[in-house]
């Protein structure tokens, strides 16, 4: 299985922009979907997480602003982003787990610049 994220790009503060993380094969397989983020100079950190049980995670810095959501007829999952701030600059990887094997599968990064 490969990922593929797409989506980045240049936004000024306050904007919106949806990332896409579409995958060669069926995202039913993954027992779990994320988002990371890593930011120049600093680790890399997760973003938001969904469970095959529909339960999502946020990391602190984007709750209330950030969306996970899938769509299983595109085999691709999004992460939706509003209001965003100069601090959400980062490459954004997608990432994903196969339920029974746990074997885990990472995107490229793409790059989100949020700037005026």
């Known amino acids: 299985v490969q990922l593929q994220a797409s989506g980045g790009g240049l936004v000024q503060p306050g904007g919106s922009l949806e990332l896409s993380c579409a995958a060669s094969?069926?995202?039913?397989?993954?027992?779990?979907m994320a988002w990371y983020r890593q930011a120049p100079g600093k680790e890399r950190e997760l973003v938001a997480q969904?469970?095959?049980?529909?339960?999502?995670n946020y990391g602190d810095g984007v709750k209330g602003r950030f969306t996970i959501f899938r769509d299983d007829s595109r085999n691709t999952f999004y992460l939706q982003m509003r209001n965003l701030k100069p601090d959400d600059t980062a490459v954004y990887y997608c990432?994903?787990?196969?339920?029974?094997?746990?074997?885990?599968?990472w995107g490229r990064g793409t790059l989100v610049t949020v700037s005026s």
């Open positions: 990432n994903a787990r196969r339920m029974v094997s746990q074997q885990t599968y």
């Open positions: 969904l469970f095959s049980d529909r339960h999502t």
């Open positions: 094969g069926s995202i039913s397989v993954f027992g779990e």
